[in-house]
T-cell receptor, first 112, second 113 residues
Framework: DAGVTQSPTHLIKTRGQQVTLRCSPISGHKSVSWYQQVLGQGPQFIFQYYEKEERGRGNFPDRFSARQFPNYSSELNVNALLLGDSALYLC???????????FGQGTRLTVV | GEDVEQSLFLSVREGDSSVINCTYTDSSSTYLYWYKQEPGAGLQLLTYIFSNMDMKQDQRLTVLLNKKDKHLSLRIADTQTGDSAIYFCAERFSGGGADGLTFGKGTHLIIQP
């Protein structure tokens, strides 16, 4: 069985641009969460989606948005990129609410 | 808000035991987790403990939980060079319809030959 897959693995964008990151959860998992990990820090919670609905949001501006599709895959969108958005973006897959989270390898976003 | 704290570095000799410590603040946390991150990689779930347990052992890993002091530790027996990584402690939070993880900043485990 494939684990959590994220694409692309690396990405370079210019300030002010928009970016879309993708995540496919483990087969059968219905919850997808997104985390931002800035260099030297632990991951920070951005969103949780369960059954295609946003269930919670961390302390991130409205420039960050996401959605979950009928097949439970998810996209994270970030508009008007800032240099400070440079980070590793991690997707976590869970079978449901309050169950273990399994992480993908992440997408390394560099904003120049 | 919730906060999870860990020391930043731990250096041990190969073959010795490593003990990584963590303190957390949310007394309502139901689960506490340990994740491992190797350079350039995502997070690997190592083990977790439910809040009504004091100890959990899984092969070379032992997790100890002191709920009164909100202290969690991870002991790695017979530390090997492959254990070199960053170890994150995380507590589960629930609220407002969501559940997620609050992470510490991670402990860099350095193995000396």
């Amino acid at each position: 069985d494939a684990g959590v897959t994220q694409s692309p693995t690396h990405l370079i964008k210019t300030r002010g641009q928009q970016v879309t990151l993708r995540c496919s959860p483990i087969s059968g998992h219905k919850s997808v969460s997104w985390y931002q990990q800035v260099l030297g820090q632990g991951p920070q919670f951005i969103f949780q989606y369960y059954e295609k609905e946003e269930r919670g949001r961390g302390n991130f501006p409205d420039r960050f948005s996401a959605r979950q599709f009928p097949n439970y895959s998810s996209e994270l969108n970030v508009n008007a990129l800032l240099l400070g958005d440079s980070a590793l973006y991690l997707c976590a897959s869970s079978a449901g609410m309050n169950t273990e989270a399994f992480f993908g390898q992440g997408t390394r976003l560099t904003v120049v | 808000g919730e906060d999870v704290e860990q020391s930043l570095f731990l250096s041990v000799r190969e073959g010795d035991s490593s003990v990584i410590n963590c303190t957390y603040t949310d007394s309502s946390s139901t689960y506490l987790y340990w994740y491992k991150q190797e350079p350039g990689a995502g997070l690997q779930l190592l083990t977790y403990i439910f809040s009504n347990m004091d100890m959990k052992q899984d092969q070379r890993l032992t997790v100890l939980l002191n709920k009164k002091d909100k202290h969690l530790s991870l002991r790695i027996a017979d530390t090997q060079t492959g254990d070199s990584a960053i170890y994150f402690c995380a507590e589960r939070f629930s609220g407002g319809g969501a559940d997620g993880l609050t992470f510490g900043k991670g402990t860099h485990l350095i193995i000396q030959p």
